[in-house]
Structure formats: structure tokens, C-alpha cells
């Protein structure tokens, strides 16, 4: 049976696998990057450059060595979909935050439609520790309008931790309205997502197109790819049932280089919209999103999250990444428990 210990922190507590292995950070000489190592393997970086319009981590690698997010627009690969420019690494934004679109912005927007989209700016790491069982990573940033008006603070901490074959992210955020009450419209586009490498996203002989807030069209094209990828939620769902439907848990598994691999995101007790709905693609968009209800229940439901000045909200997300095995739903389960008694 694998032994766990519990550690509590400034007042977080956290159940860390005894094999934990030791979490550094390393400042990239560039500046605006932060590189992440768990025993002493790269794993990912955090990036907030100006050139993007929202920090993210960049890429995320199996304990294996194996990369599970998509290149583009960073880093385009071979036989890789170029589609979708803002769909980059692991990110938190959404699709409507006072009316404007924080989730679409991308290098891709025309200047002239600039105003309608939202910027995550202002970013400062605010600390990192490095640690045998564990690293912490914290920032802050503000959500801004284009003419740098500040409609929320965000604080937010990543807690990281691996072992001989996962690698795992607590991402804790808590979002503060500043002068204005700030409305997040009840649509289809967030919260916390990530862009998955070909092998993951699910095969398809299907070309969709997607339309934005604006009215901006992107086409996605049939894989024929080598995916293989497949989803399974907590509550049974495979595939694309899984898209639009509620669980605790989704799991997101396929077979990169001849290795099973998988990311699996666990939403938190504590998160509105709990149990969050999954806005899980199959040409490789994996998402969790709890304030879109509408959409994903043909109108049934709705939610549309407001804060009044000076109040917050904080989202809390566990995402999982294995490697040379697949998780079971018994493990998951065993996942998503524990992290629903971490006090974050």
C-alpha cells in the first residue's frame, strides 16, 4: 500500500506520496520564465512574456519525458494542427468577463477588433520554494481591460509534486473584482484548459468549424494523426459523451511512442458549479468549465458568477499526469478525494 505524509504549510494542508521526489526552479537567463524540474527532470516552465495575452505553463512532460501538450503557436511539429492560436499549454481565463473575451485573445485578433478581448497583465512572480516532497510557485496578475482598466486581481498558486511515474499540479487561483462588479456570462468558452499533443486528441474523419464571441471562424480538420486519445469521466462517460456532461473527475489517456500516457483534471468540492462540466474536445482541447451551464444543459440550467468590489472567487484543480501506466478509476476516485480534503 503507498504510503502518504501530510504536510501543512501556511495554513494549506497537503498529502504528498512518500516517493515524492524533490521540486527546483530555475529562472530562465531570458527573464519571464520560470523552469520547473522534479527530480532533476525538466517538467514544465511557467511563461508570462508580453507577447502572450495570458501566463501559462509550457510544456508538460510525462516523468517519462514525454511532452502532452500541443507545440503550435510556440513551437509548431510536424503533423501537429495549427488551428485555434490561443489554445496554448495549460491556462485559466474565460470566454466572457464583462463582456469582453478573455479566453479568444490571441496574436491572431485584427487591431481594430482589439477592444472587444481581455488581457491577463501585470504578472509578478511572488515567490517559489523548492522542496523534497514538494515546490510551490505563486504570481499575481490583473485582468484588464485593453486600456489597462483592472477588472480583477488574481492570485495564484501552483503546488507541484511528482513521482517515479506522475507528475502533478494543485493550481489554487482566487479572483478579486477591483472598482467595477464583474459578470462572467454563462457561456460555452473556460475556465482552466489545456492543448494536447496529436497522439491524445481522438481520432476523427470529421472537418468542424468553430466560431468565436466575435464572429471569427477557425477550421478544424480531420486528425488522421496517430490519435488515439479517449476521455472517461467520474460518472461513466467516454469519448465525445463526455463533452457538455458533469463529473468530479476526467481522464484523458492514449499511447505516445509506444508508452500509455495520460492527464486527468479533478475538480474541487469547494469550486461553484461543482461538479464542473467538461468542455473536452476530441481535436484536443481538454477544459473544465463550471460557469457555462447553459450551453451544456440545453438551457436547463444557468449560471452567470457576479462579484460586487472587493469580492473574490477562487477556482482549485488538481491535474494528473501519468505515465507508462493508466490510472483506474479506483485510483481517481482515491484522487479526487484526497484533494477534496486538502484545506487550499
Known amino acids: 500500500m503507498t504510503k502518504y505524509l501530510i504536510l501543512t504549510l501556511c495554513g494549506l494542508s497537503l498529502q504528498i506520496n512518500a516517493q515524492s521526489r524533490r521540486v527546483s526552479f530555475q529562472p530562465h537567463k531570458n527573464g519571464k520564465q520560470i523552469n520547473i524540474n522534479v527530480d532533476g527532470k525538466f517538467f514544465s516552465s511557467f511563461i508570462y512574456p508580453d507577447s502572450l495575452e495570458k501566463p501559462i505553463l509550457y510544456p508538460l512532460q510525462t516523468a517519462s519525458g514525454l511532452t502532452l501538450t500541443r507545440g503550435f503557436p510556440l513551437q509548431t511539429r510536424d503533423q501537429e494542427r495549427t488551428d485555434h492560436p490561443h489554445h496554448v499549454g495549460l491556462w485559466l481565463n474565460y470566454e466572457s468577463v464583462n463582456g469582453l473575451d478573455f479566453w479568444n485573445n490571441s496574436y491572431n485578433i485584427p487591431k481594430a477588433k482589439k477592444n472587444k478581448y481581455g488581457w491577463i497583465r501585470g504578472i509578478k512572480v511572488t515567490g517559489y520554494t523548492s522542496g523534497s516532497q514538494k515546490g510551490e510557485l505563486s504570481y499575481t496578475a490583473n485582468w484588464e481591460r485593453q486600456d489597462r482598466h483592472v477588472l480583477l486581481q488574481e492570485k495564484t498558486t501552483f503546488i507541484i509534486s511528482g513521482t517515479k511515474n506522475t507528475r502533478t499540479i494543485d493550481r489554487i487561483t482566487r479572483l ?152 483506474t478509476t479506483q485510483s481517481l476516485n482515491q484522487q479526487a478525494l484526497q484533494f477534496s480534503k486538502t484545506t487550499l
Not at 195 to 201: A, C, I, S, Y
Not at 211 to 232: E, F, I, P, W
Open 176 to 327: 478579486t473584482a477591483v472598482k467595477d462588479t464583474v459578470k462572467f456570462k454563462d457561456v460555452k468558452d473556460g475556465m482552466i484548459a489545456l492543448r494536447v499533443t496529436k497522439e491524445l486528441e481522438m481520432p476523427s474523419n470529421q472537418t468542424a468549424e468553430f466560431t468565436d464571441s466575435q464572429g471569427n471562424r477557425t477550421k478544424v480538420s480531420a486528425s488522421g494523426n496517430g490519435a488515439n486519445g479517449d476521455y472517461l469521466t467520474s460518472a461513466g462517460k467516454k469519448g465525445n459523451d463526455a463533452w457538455g456532461t458533469r463529473a468530479n473527475w476526467c481522464l484523458l489517456a492514449g499511447v505516445k511512442d509506444q508508452q500509455d500516457v495520460s492527464i486527468a483534471i479533478i475538480d474541487h468540492p469547494k469550486n461553484p458549479g461543482y461538479p464542473t462540466y467538461w468542455h473536452a474536445r476530441d481535436y484536443g482541447l481538454f477544459a473544465a468549465n463550471p460557469l457555462g451551464q447553459q450551453v451544456f444543459s440545453n438551457g436547463k440550467e444557468n449560471l452567470n458568477l457576479s462579484l460586487s468590489p472587493g469580492q473574490s472567487v477562487t477556482f482549485r484543480y488538481r491535474i494528473l499526469i501519468s505515465s507508462t501506466e493508466k490510472p
